[in-house]
T-cell receptor, first 115, second 114 residues
C-alpha cells in the first residue's frame, strides 16, 4: 500500500533557528502533498497544500514566510519552520494521495520542540 | 465552510463490546467521509472511508454508516480489542479529488479495557 515517510520523527531546536521537515512518498508519485499541524489532544489543522513544481497554497492564518514549503519532485515535499519560536512547538504531519481519486495517506509526523 | 462535529470525545468500553463514534457535518455538498485511527506519537492511519452514494460500508470488525439527509455518519467497531485503543478522527470533504479540503472532527479517544 501507499507509504508516506516523514523525517525527522522528532526535533528539538533553539528559538530563532530554522528546522526542515521532509515528507516523501515512497512507492508512488504525489503531485500534491498536504501539511497539517496538530496540537496536543486536538484535531488536525490543514496548513498548506504543496503542489509539485509550483507555489504552495496556504490556509488562512498560516504565515507563508514562516512556514516555507517546497515540493521539488513528485516524491518529496519539505516544510521549513523559519525563525522558530516556542509557540511553533507542535506535531507536524504531512500527507499525500496516490492518485487524484485515492484517499489521503499520512506520514508518522514530526514532533517539533522549540526551546 | 464545512464544520465537522464528533462525539463522544472519550469512550471506554470493555473488550468484546462494540464502540460507536458519531460525526455530523454541515456542508451538504460533502460526499467523501474517511475515518482515521491515530496511535500515540504517530500519524493518522486510514481505516475506512465512504462516499455519499453508499449508505453503509463494512470491513471485518469496522463499519461506517452514512445518513445524508441528517448529515451524519458513524463508525462502528465490533468485538473491540485492546489494540483498538487509539484516537479516532472522522473527516469530510467534497470529494476524493478535493481532499485538500478534508475537514477533521475533534477526535474520540477510545479505550478498550481487557
Amino acid at each position: 500500500g501507499a507509504v508516506v515517510s516523514q523525517h525527522p520523527s522528532w526535533v528539538i531546536c533553539k528559538s530563532g533557528t530554522s528546522v526542515k521537515i521532509e515528507c516523501r512518498s515512497l512507492d508512488f508519485q504525489a503531485t500534491t502533498m498536504f501539511w497539517y499541524r496538530q496540537f496536543p489532544k486536538q484535531s488536525l489543522m490543514l496548513m498548506a497544500t504543496s503542489n509539485e513544481g509550483s507555489k504552495a497554497t496556504y490556509e488562512q492564518g498560516v504565515e507563508k514566510d514562516k512556514f516555507l514549503i517546497n515540493h521539488a519532485s513528485l516524491t518529496l515535499s519539505t516544510l521549513t519552520v523559519t525563525s522558530a519560536h516556542p509557540e511553533d512547538s507542535s506535531f507536524y504531519i504531512c500527507s499525500a494521495r496516490w492518485t487524484e481519486n485515492s484517499p489521503l495517506h499520512f506520514g508518522n509526523g514530526t514532533r517539533l520542540t522549540v526551546t | 465552510g464545512e464544520n465537522v462535529e464528533q462525539h463522544p470525545s472519550t469512550l471506554s468500553v470493555q473488550e468484546g463490546d462494540s464502540a460507536v463514534i458519531k460525526c455530523t457535518y454541515s456542508d451538504s455538498a460533502s460526499n467523501y467521509f474517511p475515518w482515521y485511527k491515530q496511535e500515540l506519537g504517530k500519524g493518522p492511519q486510514l481505516i475506512i472511508d465512504i462516499r455519499s452514494n453508499v449508505g453503509e460500508k463494512k470491513d471485518q470488525r469496522i463499519a461506517v454508516t452514512l445518513n445524508k439527509t441528517a448529515k451524519h455518519f458513524s463508525l462502528h467497531i465490533t468485538e473491540t480489542q485492546p489494540e483498538d485503543s487509539a484516537v479516532y478522527f472522522c473527516a469530510a470533504s467534497r470529494g476524493l479529488m478535493d481532499t485538500d479540503k478534508l475537514i477533521f472532527g475533534t477526535g474520540t479517544r477510545l479505550q478498550v479495557f481487557p
